[in-house]
Nanobody, 121 residues
Framework: VQLQASGGGWVQAGGSLGLSCVASGRTVSSYATGWFRQAPGKEREFVAAISRSGAGTYYVDSVKGRFTISRDNAKNTVYLTMNSLKPEDTAVYYC???????????????WGQGTQVTVSS
């Protein structure tokens, strides 16, 4: 199983970025997918997740209303659309796959390599 995260970059505060997580060796519609992030000097934190059915989406409070997680089963890809970005959103973003939606990173089986998001003020 491999997860390939991409789409990070540099953006000014208030801007938008879209991240993608392409899975191989595992069907995204059969597993939950989460996005986590880790800022320098901080622990990795949960950002968002989508359930196996796709009907459930979950977000950390700090990104609610700004980030949207979605999925394209035909492309076996999960997306994280990030709007109204803030400097505190700066981090390396990781996608992860697991059996159930969890906010704890240890509950996920497979991880992508991470993609850097930098938001300047």
């Amino acid at each position: 199983v491999q997860l390939q995260a991409s789409g990070g970059g540099w953006v000014q505060a208030g801007g938008s970025l879209g991240l993608s997580c392409v899975a191989s060796g595992r069907t995204v519609s059969s597993y939950a997918t989460g996005w986590f992030r880790q800022a320098p000097g901080k622990e990795r934190e949960f950002v968002a997740a989508i359930s196996r059915s796709g009907a459930g989406t979950y977000y950390v409070d700090s990104v609610k209303g700004r980030f949207t997680i979605s999925r394209d089963n035909a492309k076996n890809t999960v997306y994280l659309t990030m709007n109204s970005l803030k400097p505190e959103d700066t981090a390396v973003y990781y996608c992860a796959s697991g059996s159930f939606v969890r906010t704890v990173d240890s509950e996920y089986d497979y991880w992508g390599q991470g993609t850097q998001v930098t938001v300047s003020s």
